[in-house]
């Protein structure tokens, strides 16, 4: 895109996010196949801001890693023998392996430390040490400072039992922008939750936002998942919260006639209600074992929240038009030792995967609309697509605000 039409799509950008909710409007469609826009918000997002990178489970004990992209370079969470948790590139620093290759290594595992498969050079694991060379065979007749020598650390937080990294030094905390969001999902306890599995998609032919405003909103129950989640979770129902920022809110009740027929949240629990198919998650109050919450945290996160389990979506973007979406389904820790649990997570991923596969008709759907390049849509958001509008506010700020004047 010439420098000239970059900066016509920020002044459109800026524009559309100043509008009230009731005039909001989708965004231009070169928002979602331009090269250089892609390249901004991997600068001033992805490269910039707070990401979702697991969640402690994942890494529950001293030595366990979780290898990750979610920054868009190769990346290992590990937690020392101290139980702190670091995040760490995988690019060796001789000359530069991959030292947790996905071709030999699983996703997850345990390690005293990390070595590269290529000349196995080696590195510690253990507190202000982790990343630090440890061990470089035959480089003893070249002169280089093996001190010095170390992998790059990315800053951790974590939040709510997930996994939060940053490749900015100055970027503002996260745990103070969710305060209420926090307190609104205290409830379902995420931090001692455990994971029951995760499942991906990748290559998704859609940028990565399409995927994001597709599971930021209910609207679509009523099309996409008339035959699913409808009957049970009724798009038409859903209060979605008045909050601004960085973070939304979201909630749909289950539909009384599903309630009716299945009786009492526990017995659906037990009866294998849609959206109920597992151990109620201890200490939930009457509204949230009555229905579902959505929430999310930009840019890429968010989570439907049941009675039994919490699933989390992470969209990570592979180029303007192509994502991956990566989901991790938790519940309750007991759920793990029951004699049922296989058949849970066998009933649990296929109902996942049948409610992905109609969202990624509606996903890649959407991005051959894009890719015909087509005028302004003319329509308008529903009150249900309230996070739109505010993704929109949120991407104006990250990437708008970071710019010269949009004057070219």
């Not at 609104?184 to 998704?204: H, N, Q, S």
């Not at 009724?234 to 209060?239: E, F, I, K, L």
């Not at 991005?367 to 739109?388: I, M, V």
Request: with cysteine.
């Amino acid at each position: 895109m010439p420098h000239r039409e970059l900066y016509s799509l920020l002044d459109e950008l800026t524009r559309i996010a100043a509008l009230p909710l009731e005039r909001g409007e989708t965004l231009p469609a070169r928002a979602y196949t331009s090269e250089d826009f892609y390249r901004l918000e991997r600068e001033h997002i992805f490269r910039a801001d707070w990401l979702c990178a697991g969640h402690v489970d994942q890494v529950a004990r001293p030595g366990d890693y979780l290898r990750t992209d979610v920054l868009g370079e190769p990346l290992v969470i590990t937690r020392d023998e101290d139980g702190d948790l670091h995040a760490l590139s995988r690019v060796c620093r001789h000359r530069f392996m991959d030292v947790l290759p996905p071709e030999t290594t699983p996703e997850q595992g345990s390690l005293k430390r990390l070595t590269c498969p290529y000349h196995t050079w080696t590195y510690r694991l253990n507190g202000e040490y982790a990343g630090q060379l440890a061990g470089a065979p035959l480089m003893g007749k070249v002169d280089f400072d093996r001190a010095a020598c170390r992998l790059p650390r990315y800053r951790l937080e974590v939040w709510n039992g997930l996994i939060m990294i940053c490749a900015d030094p100055e970027a503002p905390a996260l745990g103070p922008q969710l305060d209420e969001l926090t307190a609104k999902l205290a409830p379902y306890r995420l931090a001692d939750l455990v994971v029951a599995y995760t499942a991906g998609w990748e290559d998704i032919p859609a940028n990565w936002k399409v995927g994001l405003e597709n599971g930021s909103e209910n609207y679509h129950h009523m099309g996409s998942h008339a035959a699913t989640l409808e009957p049970v979770l009724p798009g038409r129902d859903t209060v979605v919260d008045e909050c601004d920022g960085r973070w939304f809110t979201m909630y749909t009740p289950f539909a009384a006639d599903a309630v009716a027929e299945m009786g009492t949240t526990e017995e659906a629990a037990e009866e294998g209600a849609p959206g109920v198919i597992g151990t109620l998650i201890p200490g939930l109050g009457e509204r949230e074992l009555s229905g579902m919450t959505i929430a999310g945290v930009f840019p890429h996160l968010a989570m439907a929240l049941l009675p039994d389990s919490v699933t989390f979506l992470r969209q990570i973007p592979t180029g303007p038009g192509t994502h991956d979406a990566h989901f991790t389904v938790l519940v309750p820790a007991e759920v793990r030792d029951k004699p049922g649990f296989d058949a849970y997570v066998d009933a649990a991923r296929q109902q996942l995967e049948t409610i992905q596969s109609e969202d990624l008709v509606a996903i890649r759907g959407v991005q051959r609309g894009l890719a015909t390049d087509p005028g302004p849509s003319g329509g308008r958001f529903s009150h249900l697509e309230r996070p739109l509008w505010q993704f929109q506010r949120y991407l104006a700020d990250r990437i708008v605000e970071h710019m010269p004047s949009a004057t070219p």
